[in-house]
């Protein structure tokens, strides 16, 4: 049986090289000035969008529920990041800055992940538009009660006006750091995905009768999936948090969970790799357009546009790109894949009875990629391998268009 | 009869005013096969739906191998045992042959998502053993060479088999069959009766079998019991089930020559004849238990 020329260590090594790789990549860009404080700041919120779409699509892909209140994740995690910051130094305890960032945005994570829980449990007997649609209220309440609570910068209920932006927050997002928390989490999920967890998340995705009727528990499962997907929209809430220092209560309205859905479907249902290059081109898209000034919006929707006409899958559709497998195929030349499936392709018309030869049996299970280990192994790397390739042009890209907006990005306004 | 794997007594489920199942009873030893028949819309699926829990009943219970079933969750009900099939395939059809599987075996895994997350060494043994014995139960089925196939792409006889296979990875002690010859050819039906026989032997189980092919369900099954309107109107033998009149009235209606009105009136003295039916098979159930 010709498998992978590479051990499941070996590939996890390959993987590991790879995210380390893209790690000093980054650094050199950095540190040698070739990035401006423009471009760190569109890798921040390339980093930023990676976690929330990764997953986002955890729900939406794998879970195959749609719901469009991720953004009031976010924004629960953001606030509480950010509070529970300002009032560690209000309380004078002693902490170093990567520490205080560290627990502020887990917090965050962990409160984002109760609110996940508690609305997951009644949201969750409902699907498709019906889900939508209560996830979208969500949302809207979470926007309307951040306004009005005055510790988080609102004006009251009494006043009932709008509520005004929380300032101050200490600006402690490190790029680096941010960079490893974004490839801990796609690591996690691509961990939680290629397991037994994962296979019954799918299972659900595909038929959730059926899951019940193999033993599964939906509930608890959809459930778990929510929270998780909530807990990593609260992560990403913490670092936006500390990486703009100021916070809006808008940015838990529907336009900017429709943003990161869009990511989602772009890059492929259920493809994490795809949700990677789909996070980091759309964010990068509009910084490039902006030489359009005007036209750019216009530009952007119209790729968008585009793209689900003439590839309504999303760019990745649910396939993986895999470094290791990329390594086989360099190795091969190409044939062994092709091999594969012609095997496949002589097996299913010869309706074989169990007596066609071993060998003839395991080609194709290689090929499909159904043998679990070798399919275990290809994923992680495939995450890093593209964040890689993805991020050394968000860094390299935009450059020549220069920044024009000095350093802030104003991510959300810009999209809208 | 020892101790039977399935009871039920006097199950039955109300949707608003209609009646779909009312005093179902049903005695199912170990390594039995059983058949349940009907003319379309009787409640033979219904039944099934209330076996698994996807329906709680609204009366009666149902014990399988002596523990009380009813009222739980379909998981909790497949857990203990209970696995079926569907009438109309469902598959997860994204997936390939194996993961189908392997979902199903989902309960018998006993790493958690640490192990699952950190790749600790007890979750590759367990992976790589249940992926051994995915592979031996699709071999059953002649399978095993397309377990990395996604099972959309499954020739629909093959799809149906794919659905008892992973029916067996529940580990269930009960299978229900809904209509797993429907639609096949004549060849393909042979090869599943030879499938379900093997399984039989192999694992041991009871097999409850809903099905309309006639010729096949008098060829198999042990004891056939028949459904009309939601009640039994006969159960026994396969002979003394296929001469009882009112199966065929069931079945055929009544003769040509009566009116439409004499139709309807028979039709509802079969019904009112049926429960009498079902009250003695109850009676005499409960004897042979004893």
């Not at chain 2, 296979?165 to 209509?179: V, W």
Request: glycine share 12%.
């Amino acid at each position: 049986m010709k498998k992978s020329i590479l051990s499941t260590k070996q590939s996890y090594l390959v993987c590991a090289l790879g995210v380390l790789a893209l790690f000093l990549l980054v650094m050199a860009v950095c540190e040698t000035g070739l990035a401006s404080p423009y471009i760190k700041g569109i890798m921040m919120t390339a980093c930023i969008a990676v976690i929330m779409t990764t997953s986002l699509n955890l729900t939406i892909g794998v879970l195959g529920q749609l719901t469009l209140g991720c953004c009031g994740f976010q924004a629960i995690g953001a606030y509480t990041a950010a509070l529970l910051s300002k009032l560690i130094v209000a309380q004078g305890i002693a902490m170093s800055d990567m520490s205080r960032f560290l627990i502020t945005i887990v917090a965050g994570g962990a409160m984002a992940c109760i609110f996940g829980v508690i609305v997951g449990v009644p949201a969750l007997r409902l699907h498709g538009d019906y889900l939508a649609i209560i996830t979208l209220g969500f949302g809207e309440i979470i926007r309307v009660i951040i306004q009005n609570l005055k510790f988080a910068g609102g004006i009251g209920l009494s006043k009932g006006q709008q509520g005004q932006a929380l300032i101050g927050i200490d600006r402690l997002a490190n790029l680096y750091v941010v960079f490893w928390i974004t490839v801990l989490t796609v690591a996690f999920l691509f961990m939680f995905g290629r397991s037994r967890y994962g296979r019954a998340v799918k299972a659900i995705r595909d038929d959730e009768i059926a899951a019940s009727a193999s033993g599964l528990n939906t509930t608890y499962l959809k459930v778990l999936v929510f929270a998780i997907s909530a807990f990593f929209a609260g992560v990403a809430g913490g670092i936006f948090a500390q990486y703009i220092g100021s916070l809006n209560p808008a940015m838990a309205g529907w336009l900017n969970s429709i943003n990161y859905v869009i990511m989602v479907v772009f890059g492929g249902m259920g493809s994490i790799t795809g949700s990677i290059v789909s996070a980091i081109g759309l964010t990068i898209l509009p910084e490039l357009l902006r030489a359009f000034s005007d036209y750019r919006m216009l530009v952007y929707s119209v790729a968008l546009v585009l793209v689900m006409i003439f590839r309504p899958q999303g760019i990745f559709g649910s396939w993986e790109f895999s470094l290791s497998k990329f390594i086989n195929h360099l190795f091969y030349r190409g044939n062994g894949p092709k091999r594969g499936r012609a095997a496949v392709a002589v097996e299913g018309t010869a309706s074989t009875d169990g007596v066609a030869s071993t060998e003839d049996n395991a080609t194709p299970d290689t090929a499909a990629g159904a043998d679990d280990v070798s399919r275990l192994q290809d994923g992680v790397i495939a995450s890093a391998g593209i964040a890689g390739t993805g991020e050394g042009s968000a860094g390299v890209g935009p450059d020549p268009n220069a920044p024009r907006d000095g350093g802030a990005m104003q991510e959300g306004d810009d999209r809208r | 009869m020892s101790e039977p794997i399935l009871k039920a007594e006097h199950l039955g489920i109300t949707f608003g005013g209609l009646k779909a199942v009312s005093d179902f009873n049903m005695v199912i030893g170990k390594g039995e096969l059983v058949g349940l028949i009907g003319p379309n819309g009787a409640g033979k699926t219904t039944v099934f739906n209330l076996l698994t829990g996807v329906y709680k009943p609204t009366e009666g219970e149902f014990w399988l191998d002596g523990t009380k079933m009813s009222g739980k969750k379909t998981y909790q009900v497949v857990r203990a045992g209970i696995a079926r099939t569907f009438q109309n395939i469902r598959l997860f059809r994204q997936m390939t042959v194996e993961e189908n599987v392997l979902v199903a075996f989902d309960d018998s895994f006993s790493y958690h998502m640490g192990a699952a997350i950190f790749r600790t060494p007890g979750f590759w043994k367990q992976e790589k053993k249940k992926h051994a014995q995915a592979i031996d139960l699709l071999r059953i089925f002649g399978l095993e060479g397309y377990a990395g196939v996604q099972a959309a792409n499954l020739a629909y006889g093959q799809q149906r088999k794919l659905e008892i296979a992973r029916a067996l990875a529940t580990g269930m002690k009960l299978l229900l069959l809904d209509e797993p010859a429907a639609g096949m050819n004549p060849t393909e039906t042979e090869d599943l009766l030879s499938c379900i026989s093997t399984i039989r032997e192999r694992f041991g189980i009871a097999i409850l079998l809903i099905e309309h092919d006639m010729s096949l369900v008098m060829k198999v099954c042990q004891r056939i019991q028949v459904l009309d309107y939601g009640r039994t109107i006969a159960s026994g033998l396969p002979n003394e089930v296929a001469n009882n009149p009112q199966v065929i009235t069931a079945y055929l209606g009544t003769d040509a020559d009566d009116g439409v009105a004499d139709d309807v009136a028979t039709g509802k003295s079969s019904v009112d004849g049926g429960a009498d039916t079902a009250e003695s098979d109850a009676a005499d159930k409960k004897e042979g238990a004893r």
